[in-house]
């Protein structure tokens, strides 16, 4: 799972990231966001989605993604 | 009143919370985060810390707690629960509160005096704050509803919101009212020793809420 912070929500992790880039050398980059990812083997993917809403997520400030590799 | 403070693993301010409850009521017990039974208290305090490591989100495992289904339960029959920076952020994850804690607008941990405003009396408060993620957030539509509800009852005086909340917003309650969550710690300002005792008028507050 992608748990990333909502679009529109000031992301400050994401802007001290973005703003240390330059002085390393990389130009050229923006809209740093910084989220999370949970890996995990379910034998019921179906239920995936609740889990997020439950408990990894929380959908007020954050959005999520699901990939099943 | 009698107060119970809650404990979870990585509670830090659970001891000063329960001192603060017996200054300000008739006597306070500690409630193990694993019980479900909240032992006859009337009021229950969501103590301050790094409840479960803070692992994931502050706040998000500690909702699932039996002492949290507890306390969920008596809320919503009206009893007082007061909820002090991680107890705030906890009470925000478990839906009792409207909103959400987000890391500081500065990324800095923040320890210091602040003064709050309590909406209505316009009177102020001097107490402590600490906290790495305590910027109030809520989206627009949200925060309109509870202001039009007189859900904010704590906003930072002016230079005193460190952490960048939304509208300065210190603390709300529910609709009902009797829950209350603040990022600062009205627990550790009831003692002149400490500089302050404006703490007792929050769980003054509380008690009238019990009333």
Known sequence: ?69 | MIWGVLQFPGSCDERDALHACEVHGDGARLIWHESRDLDGVDGVVVPGGFSYGDYLRAGAIARFSPAMEAVAEAAAGGMPVLGICNGFQVLCEAGLLPGALLRNVELRFRCHQVELVEEGTGERLSIPAKHGEGRYYAPAEMLDQIEANGQVVYRYAEGHNSNGSVRDVAGVTNERGNVLGLMPHPEHAVDPLTGSTDGLRVFERMSRVAA
């Open chain 1, 1 to 69: 799972m992608l748990i990333r912070p909502k679009e529109g929500i000031l992301d400050p992790q994401g802007k001290a990231v973005e703003r240390a880039l330059p002085a390393l050398g990389f130009e050229g980059i923006g809209q740093v966001h910084v989220g999370r990812m949970v890996e995990l083997e379910a034998e019921d993917p179906e239920r995936l989605a609740e889990l997020c809403e439950k408990l990894l997520a929380n959908t007020l400030i954050e959005d999520y993604e699901i990939q099943t590799l």
